[in-house]
């Protein structure tokens, strides 16, 4: 393994996080990139002037951010909080807390609602206009099953991922129950869910390389059309290597999507024909988190240890390539060429190769 | 007085006492003394009674002429004269009359002043109105008997009266002007000049207007006449864009010419009140439509004979598609002839035609249906040709490039050739149906569509019975096989001749043909490079493994099975390649054996040709360091292996290590040290 990529990974942020990357997420209405990690701040950055805008510390690891609008953010922190930072001002306030370390978050344009979940097995929904302290931006408490693991958001339906392979299935406009409760058809633990762009299902990753493409309606001709596929795996010296899927992100026009597992790979599927339709070649260690940009047009690719084979201290590989200690972490973002992420229609008999 | 005449007595007896007068002389100049004083006494009394008279005489004239401008001016007279009462002498009394009398004529001048004025204001109006300016009277008469107010308001209300018309006039000329004006707009004349024509101080803006019924009253007929100049013309300029549209339809004028006249034909159904537009109807600017409609009309008989020629093709094709046979062409030709020479009007002609274009699409449209039934019957009779030739060719089940596609054809044309008789059957008690409510035959080409069906059904019959003796043939061949079998023990085996080969491939038609040869080089180096294909029982478990493709394939599984096993094979033998261990580069995914759980099975194939089993080895070894456009299936699988010896090399381990109570934690759980208190252990799985 190099620590210089190759070329076609694409551009590398200058300041990355020191620590582990939790999550990153693309701006709704520009290139900002919105960058969580272990290193206790949320970074947001100017993806194609590769300027770091602003960064908020916190006192515990960062483990989700998203975008409120262009000019505020949220984060979900080990600390327990909820917090709000505002980019121009640098000011930042706490929505609110969970009793354990809030895992995730995504912030609702259709609601105009904060969702949160958290390991202590729930998800909370805030209002975050109200003024500041939980008894004013606290619109709802919901027990889960489990800890929560990943959170999807399509128009009004929020798929929960917990602990246990527990999927819940809500309409955010009656959050008393869920209007689906699923159990993941894959039989190892979920890593990541994200919904289809189009709002018909979901696609929920594992820990043991495997995606499920589910569909929430649930009339028999939607529910053959889901099925799960292996990917992010190796073999090596005749034995097989399964890698976690972390990170799934749809193409916003497309409606492809790219995986990033555990193996350094990035692949780009197309779920409707069942094709891959790329692979980047590979990043120096795991893919924490991919986001497409609001176009398509780039890709953010955190390559960054998960945490997945125990404590590893960061010591560049060309020292010493012993097990205890993992590459950089770091941040590409590479542009997307349409022939990446464009599905391509089934061909029968197939052309030539 | 007394003393002055007695002392002028006394002097005059002391001057005759002087002279000594006689006593008679004395008297006698006493005497005539005497009578000279009454004479003069006389006299001045007569001269105070001719006074007296004349100040009666005075006060009784003033008191008439008072009278008098009281009653001419309708008031009651303010003095009253009360001769026994009056108080004081003549004098005074004439003195008391006369200022009143000063007064009373004042009013009545000022009076007569307003009468005048009224009245030269009538004469006026008057006068404009009957549009006599000559007749206006120099002097103005006033009655001065009548001054009254009463009068006076008479005459106010009568010059209202005219004031009122003058103005009435003046609106209706106003509104007569502006009709007159936009009619001379639209008809493109000089409005200027028509006003002048019909008035001269009409066209001066300023100068003073006749108002006389009678200038009205030539307004009226102008605006008449012009009207009826534009009803006129709009009629003529409608006729000339009915016919313009008309050549229009007929010769295909493109839009940018019917453009520049657009203005024209879009009034073609207006009224005349809503042609307003300045100019459109000119004398100049009918003109040129008519030009264009002269050039239009010129153009039409010089393209008349193609305009026939082309209804004629339209005709033509109609009938073409719809399989019918034109009746009348002779008559077209001769018609065309006839045009040539000059005979016959082409319109005329040209409406023949369209007429019978007409009659052919109403029947083309009625024979639609049976068309459609005719067009399916004869597809399925190719395929049936088809088939049969295919039938014939002994290595049809050979496994040849796209012979799937040949198989699949075939599977359809036994399907439809199946149908056949029944099509045959449908269709011709269709056309019996349609015959009989139109009293004609049904051609097709010419030919009685309901002999061709019997045609076709004669033909056949003799085909099957053709078959069934050749089906007779072959079991009479066979027995006698079997029988020289019982008697030399051997069976003859089926020829295979290499040259059929070809035959059914050309016969599969263009686009199949095109696809096999599009294969042919991938499988032929399959079938060169292959080792032989053991089957293996591989097949079976990657059924299961695949899944829902599988299900969706089974269709075509069914259909081709021979064909497919033979191709599915040889995918599986590429794996065993020599060159197989550089497709499987490191990172090339591979697929996990499903049902035995074992990961190190020896079959291992690509994650490529799961789905597309016609695809070559060349394109399942791509390079994962390199990128490629090439897409990939994916691995998809109804349900995860089972987890007994899943290599999951992190998750589970971890798992194992930190939670020994069998509780899962995430990468980040483990990381932030986050652990489940007991309460929220027992949780779980709730």
Redesign the interface.
């Known amino acids: 393994m190099t620590a210089v990529p190759p070329p076609s990974s694409g551009q590398e942020l200058s300041n990355p996080p020191t620590d582990g990357v939790s999550n990153l997420r693309f701006s709704n209405h520009s290139d900002h990139l919105l960058v969580s990690s272990w290193d206790k701040t949320v970074r947001l950055y100017d993806a194609t002037a590769n300027v770091l805008r602003g960064e908020f510390s916190h006192g515990s690891p960062v483990l989700d951010c998203c975008f409120h609008d262009d000019s505020s953010g949220f984060s979900a922190s080990a600390d327990n909080t909820v917090r709000r930072f505002v980019f121009n001002s640098n000011k930042e306030d706490i929505i609110g807390k969970h009793d354990a370390p809030v895992r995730c978050v995504e912030y609702s344009y259709a609601a105009g609602q904060l969702i949160t979940g958290s390991w202590d097995k729930t998800l909370k929904c805030w209002d975050p206009r109200g003024a500041n302290g939980q008894e004013r931006t606290l619109i709802g408490t919901y027990q889960q099953p489990e800890r929560v693991y990943s959170l999807s958001l399509v128009g009004n339906r929020l798929v929960v991922a917990t602990a246990g392979r527990h999927v819940n299935v809500f309409d955010l406009r009656n959050m008393s129950q869920p209007e689906q409760r699923r159990e993941s058809s894959l039989k190892y633990q979920t890593r990541c869910v994200r919904c289809y762009p189009n709002g018909t299902g979901y696609a929920l990753s594992s820990v043991e390389g495997r995606v499920a493409m589910e569909f929430f309606d649930l009339s028999e001709a939607s529910q053959t059309k889901k099925y799960a596929f292996k990917c992010h795996r190796k073999s090596e010296a005749g034995r097989d290597i399964v890698y976690p899927v972390n990170a799934i992100a749809f193409h916003p026009i497309y409606g492809t999507f790219a995986t990033g597992g555990c193996d350094g790979y990035v692949n780009v599927w197309d779920g409707n024909n069942k094709k891959r339709l790329y692979q980047y070649s590979k990043y120096p260690t795991s893919i924490a988190a991919l986001s497409f940009s609001r176009d398509g047009h780039l890709l953010a690719v955190a390559s960054s240890y998960t945490f997945e084979e125990g404590e590893k201290l960061y010591e560049p590989a060309s020292i010493s390539p012993s097990k205890n200690h993992h590459e950089p972490d770091a941040i590409f973002v590479r542009n997307v060429n349409e022939i990446e992420v464009k599905p391509k229609p089934k061909v029968y008999p197939n052309p030539p190769a | 007085m007394e003393t002055t005449c007695g002392s002028l007595l006394c002097e005059l007896k002391i001057i005759w006492d002087e002279v000594g007068e006689t006593d008679k002389d004395r008297d006698k100049m006493l005497l005539e003394l005497e009578q000279e004083c009454l004479e003069i006494y006389r006299r001045k009394v007569d001269q105070a009674n001719r006074c007296r008279a004349q100040l009666r005489q005075a006060i009784a004239d003033s008191e008439a002429e008072l009278a008098a401008i009281c009653s001419a001016m309708g008031e009651r007279p303010v003095h009253i004269r009360q001769s026994d009462q009056s108080a004081g002498s003549l004098k005074e009394e004439l003195s008391k009359i006369i200022p009143q009398l000063e007064e009373m004529q004042k009013r009545k001048v000022e009076r007569k002043n307003q009468f005048l004025e009224v009245v030269e204001q009538i004469q006026i109006i008057s006068s404009e109105i009957n549009g006599s300016t000559s007749s206006i009277s120099s002097k103005v008469v006033v009655d001065e008997t009548d001054l009254s107010l009463r009068r006076l308001e008479e005459l106010h209300r009568q010059l209202h009266a005219l004031q009122t018309e003058k103005s009435d006039r003046l609106k209706q000329i106003q509104v007569h002007l502006g009709t007159l004006n936009s009619l001379c707009l639209v008809l493109g004349m000089d409005f200027k000049q028509t006003i002048s024509e019909i008035h001269p101080s009409l066209d001066n803006s300023e100068g003073c207007k006749d108002i006389s019924l009678d200038l009205i009253e030539r307004l009226a007929t102008a605006i008449k006449k012009f009207l009826d100049v534009k009803v006129q013309r709009m009629q003529r300029l409608q006729d000339l864009a009915t016919t313009m549209l008309e050549l229009w339809n007929l010769m295909d004028t493109p839009i940018e010419e019917q453009q520049m006249f657009q203005n024209i034909t879009c009034n073609i159904a207006a009224s005349e009140h809503e042609i307003t537009e300045p100019d459109t109807l000119s004398v100049d600017f009918i003109n040129y439509v008519e030009a264009e409609v002269l050039r239009l009309e010129e153009l039409k008989s010089s393209k008349m004979k193609e305009l026939v020629l082309k209804k004629r093709t339209e005709l033509e094709e109609i009938c073409r598609k719809t399989h019918m046979v034109i009746e009348a062409d002779s008559a077209i030709e001769y018609a065309i002839e006839a045009i040539e020479s000059g005979v016959v009007d082409p319109s005329c002609v040209l409406d023949q035609i369209e007429v019978q274009v007409a009659k052919v699409k109403e029947e083309a449209f009625s024979r639609k249906d049976i068309l459609e039934r005719v067009d399916k019957w004869l597809f399925a009779c190719d395929e049936e040709c088809w088939l049969e030739e295919y039938n014939r060719d002994e290595n049809r089940y050979n496994a040849g490039r ?1 012979a799937h ?1 040949t198989l699949k054809r075939a599977e359809k044309a036994r399907a439809l050739v199946n149908k056949l008789p029944a099509m045959v059957d449908a269709l011709a008690s269709k056309t019996i149906a349609w015959e009989k409510e139109r009293g004609t035959e049904f051609t097709y080409d010419g030919v009685r569509l309901l002999s061709m069906l019997e045609e076709y059904t004669i033909l056949r019959d003799e085909k099957e019975q053709e078959r069934r003796r050749q089906r007779d043939q072959k079991k009479l061949q066979g027995q006698l096989m079997a029988e020289q079998e019982a008697l030399y023990g051997s069976k003859p085996s089926p020829s295979k001749s290499q040259s059929v080969k070809k035959g059914p491939r050309i016969s599969t038609g263009g686009a199949s043909n095109r ?1 096999l040869s ?2 042919a ?2 499988a032929d180096s399959i079938h060169s490079t292959r080792v032989p294909a053991t089957p293996l029982s591989r097949p079976s478990s990657r059924k299961s493994d695949r ?3 599988i299900e969706h394939d089974d269709g075509l599984t069914a259909l081709a099975t021979g064909r497919r096993n033979l191709s599915r094979n040889s995918s599986f033998g590429s794996n065993y390649e020599p060159e197989s261990p550089m497709m ?1 580069k ?7 054996p499903a049902e035995n759980g074992t ?2 099975t020896p079959m ?1 194939s690509t ?1 490529v040709p799961e ?2 089993y ?3 080895p ?2 399942m070894s791509f390079v ?20 007994s010896h ?7 381990n ?1 798992a194992k290590e930190v939670a020994p109570e069998e509780v ?9 040290g ?1 652990v ?1 208190s007991s309460a ?1 252990t027992k ?4």
């Open positions: 796209g596609l696809r599009m294969q080089p991938k899944g829902h493709q499987r490191p990172f090339a995914p591979i697929s996990l990961f190190a291992k994650n789905e597309d016609t695809k070559t060349k394109v994962p360091a390199t990128p490629q456009t090439v897409s990939v299936p994916m691995q998809t699988a109804v349900t995860p292996a089972p987890p899943q290599p999951i090399p992190y998750a589970a971890v899962e934690y995430s990468f980040e759980e483990i990381r932030a986050f489940l929220h949780s779980i799985h709730v």
